[in-house]
């Protein structure tokens, strides 16, 4: 009902981890091991929620960050369709290489394009 309105307060909503075999069944899509699949139990996803937070609490009541939304269901309020996120601790090693590389300021260098303009003056040619 709320398709392309942005809401002015941020929502959240609960859900619940089901396998990549249930999840499989109902979005017919193969999904790799970096996905968590969740059903919604409470409210459901909708379009420019992706990039959001999905955030678990333990028992001690540290709340972790477990993922990152990345698809879901089509339509806002479908409570059907399972939402995707990409499973952040399989990424954890990868930001940490990359942030110490730009703690140790290379990040910006491997990261520049061969030849690209990154300010007035025309690139300059490269010697490899």
């Not at 609960?14 to 990549?20: G, P």
């Not at 409210?43 to 540290?62: A, I, K, L």
Request: glycine letters at 8%; one cysteine or more; charged letters at 35%.
């Amino acid at each position: 009902d709320d398709e392309g309105v942005l809401a002015e307060v941020l929502k959240q909503l609960e859900t619940k981890t089901i396998s990549a075999e249930e999840c499989q069944k109902r979005i017919s899509v193969k999904l790799l091991d970096t996905f968590i699949c969740t059903e919604h139990i409470s409210g459901s996803t909708c379009h420019g929620d992706s990039g959001g937070p999905v955030v678990r609490r333990s028992d001690d009541g540290t709340w972790f960050l477990e993922g990152v939304i990345s698809g879901g269901p089509r339509k806002c309020g479908d409570t059907v369709t399972p939402m995707r996120s990409t499973r952040v601790s399989r990424f954890v090693r990868w930001v940490d290489e990359y942030r110490r590389r730009d703690a140790n300021g290379t990040l910006d260098d491997f990261c520049k394009p061969v030849n690209a303009k990154t300010s007035d003056r025309e690139p300059e040619e490269s010697e490899n």
